[in-house]
Each structure stands twice: as structure tokens, then as C-alpha cells.
């Protein structure tokens, strides 16, 4: 696709229930990052997958958080048991290139959850 | 210290004003350095990549200072679309190709 997809934009989940996000990332790119932003923050690393493999998910924040990319495209980010703390937008963001060096992220628009 | 710390501001200039904002970061063995823009409930998007001394574009100059480890962004002739957060962005220690954020500066361009 023409950018990074992110879905669903909004949820409100209540406390305890299980939600799950998805990310589309731009077709081609072979790495794909989770980041956390809480309000007034700057985003937090969670995960990140080079293709279907997950090389990195020092930032997930508890075993609730569970992150897959099966097929190396699309990308699911899972909350179980979902907590207050846990509110946050949720963004993806892809690059084109893996390995070593730093490369440029372009972000989907987030997935903005609110747990009651 | 954290590994990218930012003023938070707000940075309150007039249209036309020049604003600077510094960025310092921990790892000294970073090589590449990133300024992104966030809108208000947008999400970032790439402003600048600074690989060396330095880059241009128009009115924005990013500067980096391997030696004191911080890295500027200069606004010159500030617009009233410049008003967003700009955040700070490093390669994570040992982090390969992940990148840290900076908490973001606030700036507020006025008529």
C-alpha cells in the first residue's frame, strides 16, 4: 500500500478484556516497529520484526503484550487482560531496509486505546 | 541519564521568529540522528536525517556536536504551520536499526 495501515483508529476496551491491533506496513518493507506513546510522551520502543522474525521484544512492557508478523507482511499486536496503564496509542511503523544502521520510519496513524 | 533528553517547552515565538532546540543523547557510538515533527494527534513523520556535521533544508538547519553529544534544529522565519512537537531520535544503544525518542519539544508559533 501507498503508507502504513493501522487498524482499528479507536478502541475502548474494559479492564481485563483482550484486545488486538493490527499493522499494515508499506509493501516491500522488511522491518516493522511497535511503539507505545502515552499522552505528552515521546513513543517507546516495544518490538520489532525483520520480516517474520521477531529479533527484538525487550520493550514489551509484560507477558500480556504479545506482537506477530506470520507472514512477514501484516503484523498483530496483542493485549491480554488489559489494564488502565495499558491506555496509549499504539503506532507501527516500517522501513525498507533490516541489519544494522538506523533507517528512516514512516508511522501509520496509530491505533488510539482507552481501557476503562 | 536518559538516552534522549529534550526541552519540553512550550516555546511560545512570534511568526517570523528564529527558534533553536538542542537534543542531548547517551550514545556516543551513534552515527545517524533523526528530527521528526508530530501534529497534534498525528503521528511523526520525518523532518530531517543528520549523518554528519550537519544538514539544510530551507529553513530548517540541523546541527550535530559529536564531542558535547547533542544535536540542534534551527527554525528560521517560524510559520504558523511549524507549531507541532518535535522529537529527537537516536539509534538505541546496541540497537542495531531501532531508534529511541526524545519526549518532544512543544512549539507554538503566534501571530
Known amino acids: 500500500g501507498a503508507g502504513v495501515s493501522q487498524s482499528p483508529r479507536y478502541k475502548v476496551a474494559k479492564r481485563g478484556q483482550d484486545v488486538a491491533l493490527r499493522c499494515d506496513p508499506i509493501s516491500g518493507h522488511v522491518s516493522l516497529f511497535w511503539y507505545q506513546q502515552a499522552l505528552g510522551q515521546g513513543p517507546e520502543f516495544l518490538t520489532y520484526f525483520q520480516n517474520e522474525a521477531q529479533l527484538d521484544k525487550s520493550g514489551l512492557p509484560s507477558d500480556r503484550f504479545f506482537a506477530e508478523r506470520p507472514e512477514g507482511s501484516v503484523s498483530t499486536l496483542k493485549i491480554q487482560r488489559t489494564q488502565q496503564e495499558d491506555s496509549a496509542v499504539y503506532l507501527c511503523a516500517s522501513s525498507l531496509v533490516g541489519g544494522s544502521g538506523a533507517n528512516v520510519l514512516t508511522f501509520g496513524a496509530g491505533s488510539r486505546l482507552t481501557v476503562l | 541519564r536518559k538516552e534522549v533528553e529534550q526541552d519540553p517547552g512550550p516555546f511560545n515565538v512570534p511568526e517570523g521568529a528564529t527558534v533553536a532546540f538542542n537534543c542531548t543523547y547517551s550514545?556516543?557510538?551513534?552515527?545517524?540522528f533523526f528530527w521528526y515533527r508530530q501534529d497534534c494527534r498525528k503521528e511523526p513523520k520525518l523532518l530531517m536525517s543528520v549523518y554528519s556535521s550537519g544538514n539544510e533544508d530551507g529553513r530548517f538547519t540541523a546541527q550535530l556536536n559529536r564531542a558535547s553529544q547533542y544535536i540542534s534544529l534551527l527554525i528560521r522565519d517560524s510559520k504558523l504551520s511549524d507549531s507541532a512537537t518535535y522529537l529527537c531520535v537516536v539509534p538505541i544503544r546496541g540497537g542495531g536499526n531501532k531508534l529511541t525518542f526524545g519526549t518532544g519539544t512543544q512549539l507554538k508559533v503566534e501571530l
Open positions: 550514545n556516543s557510538a551513534s552515527q545517524s
